[in-house]
């Protein structure tokens, strides 16, 4: 069985442009979780998706925002980039919205804002 | 707010002796707890969960111990491999709504052969 995926690998931006970042879960799971991982500092949550609908939100801006496509697939878009925004950003997905779905993570996109 | 943190954020261990990772948490709201794994250049994997209704959870070469009283969160790794090398993150969570996991700073483990 398929891990979950995220693309690209490395993403490198200046302040001030956008980046898209995306994230296929595992077949069948329904829900998918984005999370920031800045260098020494373990991950914070940023937004939850279910079934296409945003289900919760973390403590970052608006310029933070995302979407889940009918596949269950998913993007993070951040806007107007800043350098604080270098991190590793990570997916996970589980198989429904019980908290005792395990969070299956992937790899990560890595974003350098230079 | 919520937090979740670990008393130790490096850890040292002799290959086949046993591991102690400590955390304690904030939110005596939360009654969902797992153990991370995170292998560098990898996603976390997850080891071992309890939930706030037991004080023990005993994993294949792992144990959770949960202390509610002193919001307490152990990891015991037992018997000591060089895979076990990785930071260890604990996490939170509410069985009911939210859904996020609050993660814990995370202790690098070390096995030294």
């Known amino acids: 069985e398929a891990g979950v995926t995220q693309s690209p690998t490395h993403l490198i931006k200046t302040r001030g442009q956008q980046a898209t970042l995306r994230c296929s879960p595992i077949?069948?799971?329904?829900?998918v979780y984005w999370y920031q991982q800045a260098l020494g500092l373990g991950l914070q949550f940023l937004l939850w998706?279910?079934?296409?609908?945003?289900?919760n939100r973390g403590n970052f801006p608006p310029r933070f925002s995302g979407r889940q496509f009918p596949n269950y697939s998913s993007e993070l878009n951040v806007n107007a980039l800043e350098l604080e925004d270098s991190a590793l950003y990570l997916c996970?997905?589980?198989?429904?919205?019980?908290?005792?779905?395990?969070?299956?993570f992937g790899p990560g996109t890595r974003l350098t804002v230079l | 707010g919520e937090s979740v943190g670990l008393h130790l954020p490096t850890l040292s261990v002799q290959e086949g002796d046993n591991s102690i990772i400590n955390c304690a948490y904030s939110?005596?709201?939360?009654?969902?707890f797992i153990w991370y794994k995170q292998e560098s250049g990898k996603g976390p994997q997850f080891i071992i969960d309890?939930?706030?209704?037991?004080d023990k959870r005993q994993g294949q070469r792992v144990t959770v111990l949960l202390n509610k009283t002193v919001k307490h969160l152990s990891l015991q790794i037992a018997a000591t491999q060089p895979g076990d090398s990785a930071v260890y993150f604990c996490?939170?969570?509410?069985?009911?709504?939210?859904?996020?996991?609050?993660f814990g700073q995370g202790t690098r483990l070390t096995i030294n052969p």
């Open positions: 998706y279910d079934e296409g609908e945003e289900r």
């Open positions: 939110n005596s709201a939360s009654d969902y």
């Open positions: 996970a997905s589980s198989l429904g919205t019980s908290a005792y779905n395990e969070q299956f």
């Open positions: 996490a939170e969570s509410k069985i009911q709504g939210a859904q996020k996991l609050v």
């Open positions: 309890i939930r706030s209704n037991m």
């Open positions: 077949s069948g799971h329904t829900s």
